[in-house]
């Protein structure tokens, strides 16, 4: 494996940080403008970042999104859909923006999330920890408010970073015959290929070093995708000014 290839297979989520060490502002500010270069649909870069240092704000956003860690991490962005700075370009030239289409939604939220994995990786390169925060859509009205974010900004995720404090082990990831189809879709394996993937979980559980548990994959994750998780979500869209499709 070359260095990238090590890099991405390393990755696991930080959740505890040296509090005695902080992270300079220019550093974080240094690794954006590398993870800007992340591709972009039609070039619109319609994403905004903010970065939240105030610890009363840091506090405020763990209540809110119900991430302990969110408070002690050493930097905190949040990664938000923005469509603002567009619709000003628009109206530079006379024009209105279309705003409420399905498409323009899933446009600002794909080049959000491609510059964020790109400055996750970043981060990592550079002996940082990150975790992906996404309990800040569990109130993305109140965080709007808090942040003072205008209509056509929604908040998608957060990101925690430090410097770690911890040693997770990596998670195995889904067998790559689940993942790839040849073709045409198919998937008449999926019970087969699920089964063995939860003894590889229920060995990875029962060996770390913490929160050890008997448990598999498929269990949990038909928990998770039986809830009705986040139902108002359309409604909060809406109120931002983004899909009414």
């Given at each position: 494996m070359n260095t990238i290839d090590k890099l991405i297979k390393s990755h696991r989520s930080v959740r505890r940080y040296q509090q005695e060490n902080n992270i300079d502002e220019e550093v974080i500010l240094d690794m954006i403008r590398v993870a800007q270069h992340a591709s972009s649909s039609h070039f619109v870069q319609a994403y905004s970042i903010i970065m939240v240092s105030d610890q009363e704000l840091k506090e405020r956003l763990s209540s809110l999104s119900s991430n302990s860690h969110v408070a002690t991490c050493n930097k905190f962005l949040l990664f938000c859909a923005d469509l603002e700075r567009l619709n000003i370009a628009c109206n530079m030239h006379g024009k209105v923006i279309e705003s409420q289409s399905a498409e323009n939604l899933l446009v600002a939220t794909i080049d959000t999330a491609l510059v964020a994995q790109n400055f996750s990786l970043i981060a990592e390169s550079r002996g940082y920890g990150i975790c992906f925060i996404g309990g800040m859509r569990n109130e993305p009205i109140l965080i709007s408010e808090l942040l003072k974010l205008p209509k056509k900004v929604f908040p998608l995720f957060g990101m925690a970073i430090g410097i770690p404090d911890e040693q997770n082990e990596v998670k195995p990831?889904?067998?790559?015959?689940?993942?790839?189809?040849?073709?045409?879709?198919?998937?008449?394996?999926?019970?087969?290929?699920?089964?063995?993937y939860d003894?590889?979980?229920?060995?990875?559980?029962?060996?770390?070093?913490?929160?050890?548990?008997?448990?598999?994959?498929?269990?949990?994750?038909?928990?998770?995708?039986?809830?009705?998780?986040?139902?108002?979500?359309?409604?909060?869209?809406?109120?931002?000014?983004?899909?009414?499709d």
């Amino acid at each position: 494996m070359n260095t990238i290839d090590k890099l991405i297979k390393s990755h696991r989520s930080v959740r505890r940080y040296q509090q005695e060490n902080n992270i300079d502002e220019e550093v974080i500010l240094d690794m954006i403008r590398v993870a800007q270069h992340a591709s972009s649909s039609h070039f619109v870069q319609a994403y905004s970042i903010i970065m939240v240092s105030d610890q009363e704000l840091k506090e405020r956003l763990s209540s809110l999104s119900s991430n302990s860690h969110v408070a002690t991490c050493n930097k905190f962005l949040l990664f938000c859909a923005d469509l603002e700075r567009l619709n000003i370009a628009c109206n530079m030239h006379g024009k209105v923006i279309e705003s409420q289409s399905a498409e323009n939604l899933l446009v600002a939220t794909i080049d959000t999330a491609l510059v964020a994995q790109n400055f996750s990786l970043i981060a990592e390169s550079r002996g940082y920890g990150i975790c992906f925060i996404g309990g800040m859509r569990n109130e993305p009205i109140l965080i709007s408010e808090l942040l003072k974010l205008p209509k056509k900004v929604f908040p998608l995720f957060g990101m925690a970073i430090g410097i770690p404090d911890e040693q997770n082990e990596v998670k195995p990831r889904l067998p790559i015959e689940s993942i790839v189809h040849k073709d045409f879709y198919d998937s008449s394996q999926y019970e087969a290929i699920l089964k063995f993937y939860d003894q590889q979980m229920k060995v990875y559980y029962q060996s770390r070093s913490e929160n050890k548990k008997d448990i598999g994959w498929s269990e949990p994750m038909s928990d998770y995708m039986s809830h009705k998780n986040r139902m108002d979500m359309m409604k909060h869209l809406n109120e931002k000014g983004f899909n009414r499709d």
